[in-house]
């Protein structure tokens, strides 16, 4: 299978624009010198700019998947004494639920439905929590959680605020001085668009004083804030995304900046909502992300088949969704280079396998 070929709508990896290729094309350079560490600050830089990080905060980048930043940031930050209430509203809130048991973290498994926790102080149980964990877009159902709201509640009871914000970040606003949060989980192949394989955890000043002493080679965080100070990584970083990392942060300031980048994101998914109104299917959530858009089938249309069918017959590939739900829900993504002809290709397909003139 091409890629090239298809149209892609998949919640990552996404598509990604030709510069950024260009750069993934390339030797791979030697990194242990400056001209790397150069690239490692300019990628820290624009990281910490991107989501308003308050003075001294630093970023850890990781050779590994985004759940590698959600199971480090609980090893290297949270300890016994600690108490989380994990936001629990799919299959990624689920999984930070076990990465708080496989440490031995006490936790509650916050579970929630139909709810973005504006109302989290009359939702929360009430009990003595030191925590708060959220993803702050649930990919698994395409669903946006208020971080102002969130943040506003962390701040009252002075809990220590985790958000992964994989697949918002880029598409949809966080900012983490005004919303209180402590850490941010970052991963290359969501919303900044570039291949899978590195991680990033963008540390404030109160998590960098968190940072534990831990019984971990690979993942220890005092390692990785020491060889950062000179632009370095304890281990052969993936040196390669960073330097695409690098090229992507100059594109999102030469286009603009984020909040160019999110207002972008935001037209395309109104778009695509706006020209699907006549089709048999309907929003799973009111609360969707830029980032995303998940439909439920009501005319009965098995979800899968509909996934396969766009792919077999119109090389435009959107996402089934694993579990229970697999018949029952598919996702288009919003994340990376789109445009709105772009998106008119998925939308033409989908008027076309209906069988619907489209408007
Ligand atoms: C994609 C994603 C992750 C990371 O998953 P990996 O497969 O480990 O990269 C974590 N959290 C959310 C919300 C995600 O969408």
Do not use: W
Not at 104 to 115: A, G, L, Q, R, S
């Amino acid at each position: 299978m091409i890629y090239e070929d298809y149209y892609i709508f998949t919640p990552g990896p996404v598509k990604m624009s030709d510069e950024i290729l260009e750069v993934g094309a390339k030797q791979t350079p030697y990194f242990r010198n400056d001209k790397f560490s150069e690239v490692t600050f300019n990628c820290e830089k624009g990281l910490l700019k991107m989501v308003n990080a308050p003075e001294g905060s630093r970023v850890i980048f990781l050779t590994a998947s985004g759940t590698a930043g959600m199971e480090s940031s609980v090893m290297n930050l949270l300890t016994k004494d600690d108490n989380a209430l994990v936001v629990h509203g799919g299959g990624f809130g689920g999984r930070f639920v076990d990465i708080c048991a496989t440490h031995n973290i006490p936790h509650t498994d916050f579970k929630v439905k139909n709810t973005n926790l504006h109302d989290i102080e009359e939702l929360a149980p009430k009990e003595d929590y030191s925590t708060l964990i959220v993803n702050a877009h649930e990919t698994s159902v395409g669903h946006l959680y208020d971080l102002d709201a969130m943040g506003a509640y962390a701040k009252k009871h002075n809990l220590f605020f985790i958000v992964d914000a994989i697949s918002m970040l880029v598409t949809d606003p966080i900012d983490m001085s005004a919303q209180n949060i402590d850490v941010v989980i970052a991963s290359s192949q969501k919303g900044l668009a570039l291949p899978p394989g590195l991680t990033m955890v963008i540390l404030a000043p109160s998590a960098i004083n968190r940072v534990q002493d831990i019984n971990n080679l690979y993942f220890n965080f005092t390692d990785y804030l020491r060889n950062g100070e000179r632009g370095q990584t304890p281990y052969t970083p993936a040196v390669t995304i960073m330097l695409q990392l690098e090229a992507r942060l100059a594109q999102i300031e030469r286009r603009g900046g984020v909040g160019q980048s999110i207002q972008r994101a935001k037209d395309i998914a109104e778009y695509f909502r706006a020209n699907i109104q006549d089709l048999p299917l309907k929003f799973y959530t009111p609360y969707m992300p830029n980032a995303m858009t998940t439909l439920t089938p009501t005319d009965g249309k098995n979800a899968m088949d509909i996934v396969n069918d766009l792919e077999d017959g119109y090389k435009v590939m959107v996402c089934p969704n694993g579990g229970a739900e697999r018949e029952l829900i598919f996702r288009v993504s919003h994340m990376g280079e789109m445009t709105k002809a772009y998106v008119d290709v998925l939308i033409n397909a989908m008027y076309d396998y209906y069988s619907i003139k489209r408007k």
